[in-house]
């Protein structure tokens, strides 16, 4: 059977041959003459293999279908395919796979003469990156790159196609030296279909893809073009509806909890936001279970993980499992963080219909040496997340680089802020609570934002247990009415607020 895998020569000449229609539709046959089947009598036969060349692989659990007919077959393991028994006449294969339905294009064969007792090969190709680029953009768009991004973007828990929704790229281009990043934005607005296409994109890109519809916006995927030839891209995204998620104005209970608290101890302080948060809080019907795992295979207990752009966080149990319910559907991005660990960040897909589960490996934090190259970049980066010109206004206390203390304890890099109590939190854990000695409530109110982000305490002082002063690039701290709007918290005017900016973060921006 795996004598009938074509050769990279054949795929080529099938690639060279292809041609578009209006649907768009590729069709494409290796020229091979019939052969005699022993017995075959009144029928012939029709064997071949469908071939991926996009990934240089064979097309694996492709339908192959017989038009007119209802006859159809599978690809095995090999991307091979067998219909016998048909009757002497005319007739086209059609082929279908998700692949296909991504892309936007149909292979239809061109037409085949069976004749009784003889078997004829068959093989059908997808086409190669750099052919399909051409048939699916304009000229027009490749003249500012050869690249394209392609995909179906899909209602989350209708499944239906999001017409209308925006998909944004965004990715930054260096100077030859690579000191200058300049950020790069390519938008497409989703078919009536489902699809979407992105065109002129660089052909070596490493990018972040988000859809955005309603007012809603999904989590930032990763996506990327490469030079050696893989000029196409493909990712499918789903969003939410805004009919089917919550933005949340309530009140907010911030009161820390501990592991596994269903409610805070009565001997523990209560901070209760009494008034309505100023940031939005989009919630949802869909839930994700999951379990992190180290770099060998162990469960990783304690690793914070929270959803990105909402205030949705929970720890890891002993066995490495956790549960996050009241989500917005669609694809987001989940964040894992575990001091020792690298932070990790995976895409998920999410819906109202059906839990979603994942398994995230972390690998070791390995710290990077800083370098006059490092340094600026990153002063791109802070430029990038607003730090730079925030800072030009001198409205907050900022430390970056050199000023922040390279050791394991965040709240270390905060002992020599103006305002700022760091003192253990008395629990045994060595954990530190930072509070303000500026708060008129005398509460010593102090809220957090990580990489933009509202920090949800877990337990007190648990900032120290997942951001390491060594991972920081830029630390924010404003007092009462300094706070800037993004940062506010509408009741918490005398609070302080404390924006920490990660490596992670700043390098993603870059």
């Known amino acids: 059977m795996a004598a009938f895998l074509p050769s990279f020569r054949t795929i080529a000449r099938l690639a060279t041959s292809l041609s578009l229609a209006a649907a768009p539709r590729v069709f494409a046959q290796a020229p091979a003459q019939p052969q005699p089947v022993p017995g075959a009598g009144q029928f012939g036969t029709i064997r071949g293999v469908a071939y991926d060349s996009l990934h240089n692989q064979a097309l694996v659990n492709a339908l192959v279908r017989v038009s007119g007919l209802p006859r159809e077959t599978m690809t095995d393991s090999i991307g091979e395919y067998h219909i016998d028994s048909l009757a002497p006449g005319r007739y086209k294969l059609l082929l279908m796979h998700p692949l296909l339905d991504t892309i936007g294009i149909s292979l239809v064969s061109d037409t085949i003469d069976v004749i009784a007792g003889r078997r004829q090969i068959i093989d059908l190709g997808v086409p190669g990156s750099e052919r399909l680029v051409h048939l699916l953009c304009p000229a027009a768009r490749l003249a500012l790159g050869p690249a394209a991004v392609v995909g179906f973007i899909r209602d989350a828990d209708s499944d239906a196609p999001a017409t209308g929704a925006k998909v944004s790229l965004l990715w930054y281009e260096g100077d030859p030296l690579g000191f200058k990043k300049t950020p790069r934005v390519r938008e497409s607005t989703v078919a009536a279909d489902g699809r979407y296409k992105i065109c002129g994109v660089p052909a070596a890109m490493t990018g972040k893809l988000q859809v955005f519809r309603d007012g809603l916006s999904s989590g930032e995927v990763p996506v990327e073009t490469k030079e050696d030839g893989t000029l196409l891209a493909l990712r499918s995204m789903s969003i939410a509806s805004h009919e089917t998620v919550q933005i949340s104005t309530a009140p907010v209970d911030s009161t820390p909890r501990l592991p596994g608290d269903s409610a805070p101890p009565p001997q523990r ?5 009494t008034a309505k948060a100023a940031v939005r809080v989009v919630k949802g019907r869909a839930r994700v279970t999951g379990r992190v795992l180290n770099n060998v295979g162990e469960p990783v207990a304690g690793a914070r993980v929270d959803l990105q752009g909402t205030t949705s966080a929970t720890l890891t149990r002993p066995n490495g499992e956790f549960t996050l319910d009241s989500l917005p559907s669609g694809t987001q991005t989940l964040e894992v963080r575990k001091l020792g660990l690298q932070l990790t960040e995976v895409p998920v897909e999410l819906s109202a219909n059906n839990p979603a589960a994942v398994t995230v490996k972390m690998d070791k934090f390995v710290a990077t040496l800083e370098t006059m190259r490092v340094e600026a970049t ?42 700022i109590r760091v003192q253990p939190s008395g629990d045994g854990t060595g954990s530190q609570v930072i509070t303000s000695s500026r708060d008129a409530t005398g509460m010593g109110c102090v809220s957090f934002y990580v990489d933009g982000t509202p920090w949800q305490q877990q337990f007190p002082g648990d900032i120290d247990n997942f951001v390491r002063s060594d991972e920081v690039a830029a630390i924010e701290v404003y007092n009462g009415a300094q706070t800037p709007a993004q940062f506010q918290t509408a009741g918490q005017s005398s609070c302080t607020t404390i924006v920490v900016w990660t490596k992670w973060r700043v390098n993603k921006k870059r």
């Open 269 to 273: 302080a209560r901070v209760t936001n």
């Open 378 to 419: 990153r002063e791109k980066g802070l430029q990038d997340v607003g730090f730079s010109m925030r800072k030009r206004t001198g409205m907050g206390h900022y430390l970056e680089g050199d000023q922040i203390p390279r050791t394991n304890m965040f709240s270390d890099a905060l002992r020599v802020v103006p305002g």
